[in-house]
């Protein structure tokens, strides 16, 4: 079905090279990604990070095509998985990756619950779609469903499949969110703020859970987040988006002992350390606010932010710069 979609490419799982989506409104063209390029191996965990606005859901969208057109339109690039493009591939092509190769947890899990039917009747639904040979008849569709729920960390999941979305909290809700994505059998998981909404000891339950599904099913995962803690936590690359663009690219180690642009070196310093709340002292905070389309700047978008700022930061848009293996920057301080 996909032959001609097909390039000859390193075996990346993901390539995404040179993405723009927009939107086209009433108000003007807002640019909500803008030249992505990102590469994921088979099996790793991506962080893709940044604040309120940088564009991170509309990239997760984008590249599983839900989109809504119009106002949306990727406007350039292309998103190769597995050497196919996505970008290319008709309605009916997508929807068969959607469901069996690629699936995504949206950044409000209630929403995608259908209140109206019990928990297990929708991921039964899921592994009937999907799972076909194995889940032949609604009975042996609902067996594996409990056998996911346990492996979700769903405590007396025999009860649980007859509940409905009401009856759970909100960790809860999201291990069923996991348990359907995972029904599916993908090769890549997309988990927009899974864990946002939840407390801490939740959260990070939720994200060991993701670890243990990486390093036991091989499941590759991106995990969109606005917190570096968790990227810490989780990741093992990372994509620090700003502006619809991607500004930072590297192994979490290396982001972390040796960030390179001034807008990763401001979100380190937001990261609220353990005791420093004692101190009375406010969170350090990158001044200024994430401009919108309206009031984009020229040149680098985050020069009127950038404690290192310099005259060519004002005139041109910086490349992506690659000062080491594996660590890319678009920053004119890494320039040559
Ligand atoms: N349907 C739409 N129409 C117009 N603009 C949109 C639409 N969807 C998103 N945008 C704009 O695209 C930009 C990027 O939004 P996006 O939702 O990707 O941000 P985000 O990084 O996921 O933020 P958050 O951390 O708040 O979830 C924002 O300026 C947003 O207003
Ligand atoms: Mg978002």
């Keep these: 079905m996909v032959d001609q979609h097909t390039k000859q490419r390193t075996q990346d799982l993901l390539e995404v090279e040179d993405l723009s989506t927009h939107f086209f409104t009433p108000e003007g063209i807002v640019r909500a990604v803008d030249g992505v390029d990102l590469r994921m191996k088979q099996g790793r965990i991506l962080g893709i990070v940044g604040e309120s606005g940088c564009g991170k859901t509309v990239?997760?969208?984008?590249?599983?095509?839900?989109?809504?057109?119009?106002?949306?339109?990727?406007?350039?690039?292309?998103?190769?998985?597995?050497?196919?493009?996505?970008?290319?591939?008709?309605?009916?092509?997508?929807r068969s990756i959607r469901g069996n190769k690629?699936?995504?947890i949206f950044q409000e899990p209630m929403s995608?619950?259908?209140?109206?039917?019990?928990?297990?009747?929708?991921?039964?639904?899921?592994?009937?779609?999907?799972?076909?040979d194995e889940a032949s008849n609604k009975s042996r569709a609902l067996e594996m469903s409990i056998e996911m729920l346990k492996r979700v960390g769903i405590e007396n999941p025999e009860k649980r499949i007859k509940?409905?979305?009401?009856?759970?909290?909100?960790?809860?809700?999201?291990?069923?969110m996991i348990a359907m994505?995972?029904?599916?059998?993908p090769e890549l998981m997309i988990a927009d703020e899974p864990t946002t909404a939840l407390d801490v000891t939740t959260q990070a339950q939720i994200l060991d859970l993701m670890i243990a599904l990486q390093q036991d099913s091989g499941?590759?995962?991106?995990?969109?987040?606005?917190?570096?803690?968790v990227v810490a936590q989780t990741c093992q690359d990372v994509a620090v988006m700003y502006t619809g663009k991607v500004v930072e690219f590297a192994g979490v180690s290396d982001?972390?002992?040796?960030?390179?642009?001034?807008?990763?070196?401001?979100?380190?310093?937001?990261?609220?350390?353990?005791?420093a709340g004692l101190t009375g002292k406010k969170l350090l905070a990158i001044s200024g606010n994430v401009p919108?389309?309206?009031?984009?700047?020229?040149?680098?978008?985050?020069?009127?932010?950038?404690?290192?700022v310099m005259e060519k930061c004002y005139l041109q848009a910086p490349p992506m710069f690659r000062p080491e293996k594996g660590h890319c920057v678009r920053c004119w301080r890494h320039e040559g």
């Design 59 to 94: 990239l997760a969208l984008t590249i599983m095509r839900l989109i809504p057109d119009p106002p949306g339109k990727i406007v350039t690039g292309h998103v190769f998985f597995q050497g196919v493009d996505l970008t290319t591939l008709d309605a009916q092509e997508m």
């Design 102 to 104: 690629i699936s995504m």
């Design 112 to 132: 995608s619950l259908n209140p109206v039917f019990t928990i297990g009747s929708q991921i039964a639904e899921v592994f009937l779609l999907h799972q076909k």
């Design 163 to 176: 509940d409905y979305p009401h009856q759970l909290s909100g960790g809860m809700c999201q291990r069923i």
């Design 181 to 185: 994505a995972l029904a599916c059998k």
């Design 219 to 229: 499941t590759s995962i991106i995990l969109v987040t606005h917190d570096l803690g």
């Design 255 to 275: 982001i972390f002992s040796q960030p390179l642009h001034p807008y990763t070196k401001g979100l380190m310093k937001s990261i609220p350390k353990v005791g």
């Design 292 to 308: 919108t389309f309206k009031n984009m700047p020229d040149g680098c978008t985050f020069h009127d932010r950038c404690p290192e």
